[in-house]
């Protein structure tokens, strides 16, 4: 970019207006501090303080072990895919003879070589531990070499020699329609008569757009080490968001029973879903191995392979009908919403289910016709992503309802405050969820306020009347978040509690730790239960053996799980040593009380460790366990009909943009914030979350663009073709704050999920650029769709400007 358009877009700009307001606004606090709680967390407690991540020291250190890092058992081998090289098509034979000649290469594993079911014990039951027979994507993983050596082993793999045969590929969304090309089949909800509510609206638009996916980009990438025990026994390290899933399919893989297999995971470096069901391919790949070759077996793929094998957010379609008044509120919708699946199902039914649900995202939809197709191409199985198909359903209702606000000529904040839910027969989801929790109507006012969004846009519109090329673009746009499984047999959660007689305390729960800080929120609840200090408890490594059948760590559902689980089980233990105190003094075990390492009753005083000794030394029981399922969720899946959460959660962004009209660049220049995690059980991980999910979903619909050529492979698998943002691309002016109310279900601590909802406050950015085009084009009133293409990449805002011919 020339050094005077750099200069126009940066913040620093003295004589920028806009920026001047933005940081006029900051200077007098624009994202003033959210109002205390209703209870401040007194001196003693754990919770509500921003206690530094539980592994934040050695992770700093470099001390935190990743699988990698772990002490290889001697003779541990290493293995290597071998990958299709054709998007789809006749796997005649394979021929390893020159890989098998090279030194160090011990052999290699085809699906001649599962001694359990060949497929994988996903759901649909559609998808091969190792091609064969056909092949259905380039890099689809036909089997493994195994060497004594990483590089030996990875060497060896492209040696091996494929007789394939292509056959016609389905590599588009618009291919997969045309054919009718379905992983599962179609889904269509309707409330109303939207057909009939479109014929009266007195105003109607038409559109249609597409959202690219977006890669995990984790810092470790997919990694397993499995080790054979003795008696037919395993123990699986894996990089895992689900280590039953993994324990699950690595038994059905192997041919054995559950309690053969033990899955453990401490920590993983990064997940945001891509190691929810894709982590158990490399643990199935690496424990086949190391059944075969009688040695333990590591399988770490390196960044391009994991590109190239694993798969990705689903990118999504949309084409929309809709129908509205002069005030711009929606009267009728038509929209189908097409998800690229890749080759098997995967995740992908309750991914395009979630976008069903989050369509609507802050909004009632009176009259609604949803249709959901859920394609199969020959590309890489997309899977679970941070917001699991609810990021794509927001994207559809706000770009619509943008269009309605710039057809009508009028702010798109006012169109959405029309929109929102209200009350009574306004309350109601188009799956017929009641929305009992609505903040949204007082969020969004305090947010457009602190942000001086109606001062901002006139300076805005005063900037692009006088600046030919670099045009600007606000946006504010809500969320409105499930949280549960939609699935409701996975709300449930297991925890063990053990308590030591020098009075510390140890913690397992079924949670998997991936950065996001669940360990240390769920430390802080036990340490509140038991009323010790925060350093008096540890958690441990998840892990089957102590905590079975646990579900995924996702949906946002971490700490509301396991939290729960843990503190039911902390409480079972305090009534243990309440009884116990009670018994000493003669009061009830009502009246015994924990706090800050002591415990109190009405005639004493005593170190909690002295109660903890004393209690030992009679007899009393010092673990417990604990379960904990969420109450008052139900869900037809048949109908796609029910409550699915236990509640929302909500928050609002206001982001400014700009872009070059002649190059097609864009800048995010200032965001404001603000969220809803209930009362924060640690404010300083909850605000990292949020920008974290911000600018993660930035980069989605900014820079974060896969392309797959026309023989289906993928172009951009490394970071020299994919860019995901870095430290310059973030807003110097972010600000952040948190919504003040407690959850008003009765959610653990009052707090509520942070792990997915922040992503979607990234669609303002969307929004903003929109705009910024739309005044790029000199639209005015009656203008209608802005297509622009997401990710908004420089190509993509020069086709919406009309710069550049599709």
């Known amino acids: ?66 699988i990698d890092d772990l002490p290889e058992v001697k003779g541990t081998l290493y293995a290597a895919p071998i990958l299709s090289t054709v998007a789809h098509g006749t796997l005649h034979g394979v021929d390893p003879a020159e890989a098998l000649a090279l030194p160090g290469v011990r052999g290699v594993v085809l699906a001649a070589d599962i001694p359990g079911d060949p497929v994988l014990a996903a759901f649909a039951h559609d998808e091969p531990i190792f091609a064969q027979g056909t092949v259905q994507h380039v890099g689809q993983v036909i089997g493994l070499v195994v060497a004594d050596s990483v590089m030996a082993a990875r060497r060896a793999a492209r040696k091996v020699r494929l007789d394939i045969t292509p056959l016609p590929a389905v590599l588009t969304v618009q291919g997969a329609l045309a054919a009718h090309s379905w992983v599962l089949p179609p889904v269509h909800v309707r409330r109303g008569d939207a057909a009939g509510a479109l014929a009266a609206a007195p105003h109607r638009l038409q559109g249609s757009f597409e959202v690219g996916g ?49 899955v453990e995971c401490r920590r993983m470096g990064g997940g945001f879903g891509g190691k929810e069901t894709q982590a158990g ?27 190239v094998v694993t798969g990705k957010r689903h990118p999504f379609a949309y084409e929309w009908d809709v129908g509205f008044e002069g005030s711009g509120r929606i009267t009728g919708l038509q929209l189908m919403m097409a998800a690229n699946c890749g080759f098997s199902a995967d995740l992908s039914g309750p991914v395009a289910d979630r976008a069903v649900f989050h369509c609507d995202n802050a909004y009632f939809l009176e009259h609604v016709d949803i249709t959901s197709y859920r394609c199969k191409t020959n590309t890489q199985s997309h899977t679970a992503f941070r917001g699991f198909g609810g990021p794509q359903g927001v994207l559809a209702i706000e770009a619509i309802l943008g269009d309605i606000a710039r057809h009508l000529g009028l702010d798109a904040l006012d169109v959405r405050l029309r929109n929102l839910y209200g009350v009574g027969e306004r ?77 510390s305390v140890q913690i397992n729960h079924g949670g998997a730790e991936m950065g996001q800080g669940l360990h240390t929120k769920v430390a802080q609840i036990v340490a509140d239960e038991l009323g010790v200090p925060l350093s008096r408890v540890l958690v441990t490594a998840s892990d089957t053996s102590k905590v079975p059948n646990a579900s995924a760590t996702a949906a946002s559902s971490g700490t ?66 604990g379960f904990y399922r969420t109450p008052k969720i139900h869900y037809d899946k048949t109908t796609l009909t029910g409550r699915p959460f236990y509640y929302f959660a909500y928050g609002a962004a206001c982001t400014e943009v700009a872009i070059d009209t002649t190059s097609g660049e864009s800048r995010v220049l200032a965001v404001d914030i603000l969220h809803d995690v209930g009362r924060s059980i640690n404010p300083a991980i909850d605000i990292g979350q949020i920008e974290g999910g911000f600018i993660q979903g930035m980069g989605w619909l900014t820079t974060e663009e896969l392309v797959w050529d026309e023989r289906g492979r993928l172009a951009t698998h490394a970071p020299s073709t994919y860019k995901i943002p870095a430290t310059g691309d973030v807003p110097r002016h972010l600000k952040i704050a948190l919504w003040h109310e407690a959850n008003r279900e009765d959610n653990v601590g009052g707090s509520k999920a942070v792990g997915e909802p922040p992503f979607m406050l990234a669609v303002s950015v969307y929004e903003a650029l929109r705009n910024a085009v739309a005044a790029g084009r000199g639209d005015g009133a009656g203008a209608g769709q802005v297509a622009l293409t997401a990710p908004a990449t420089a190509e993509n805002v020069l086709r919406a400007l009309g710069r550049v011919a599709d």
């Open 1 to 66: 970019m020339k050094p005077r358009d750099d200069a126009l877009l940066s913040r620093d700009a003295e004589d920028d207006p806009v920026a001047i307001a933005a940081d006029a606004a900051g200077a007098a606090g624009a994202m003033p501090k959210a109002p205390a709680p209703p209870r401040s967390p007194v001196a003693h407690s754990a919770m509500g303080h921003p206690h530094p991540h539980e592994s934040a020291r050695a992770q700093v250190a470099g001390s935190a072990h990743y």
């Open 214 to 262: 977006q890669e995990h980009f984790y810092l470790e990438g997919q990694i397993a080490y499995a080790l054979p025990l003795e008696q037919g026994q395993w123990w699986i390290h894996s990089s895992t968001q689900h280590p039953g899933e993994v324990q699950h399919w690595v038994a059905h893989a192997l041919g054995l029973d559950s309690h053969a297999v033990r």
């Open 281 to 307: 391919h490399l643990a199935v790949w690496a424990a086949l191995a190391a059944h075969k070759f009688g040695h333990p077996v590591k399988l770490r793929l390196d960044r391009d392979d994991d590109f």
């Open 427 to 503: 309350d109601v989801t188009h799956y017929q969820m009641r929305v009992e929790d609505n903040v949204l109507h007082e969020l969004l006012p305090q947010l457009e306020q602190s942000a001086r969004y109606r001062q901002r846009q006139k300076a805005i519109e005063a900037w692009n009347a006088q600046s030919p090329v670099l045009k600007r673009g606000l946006a504010i746009t809500p969320v409105k978040f499930g949280i549960s499984f939609t699935a409701t047999l996975f709300n449930q959660a297991g925890a063990l509690v053990n308590v030591y007689t020098d009075g």
């Open 560 to 625: 509301d799980l396991n939290g729960r689980a843990a503190q039911y089980a902390a409480r079972t233990i305090r009534d243990n040593l309440a009884a116990f105190v009670s018994g000493l003094d003669r009061c009830g075990a009502g009246a015994v009380r924990f706090e800050g390492g002591q415990v109190f009753s009405p005639s004493n005083v005593r170190r909690w460790e002295d109660v903890v000794k004393e209690a030992y030394a009679n007899r009393i029981q010092l673990w417990s366990d």
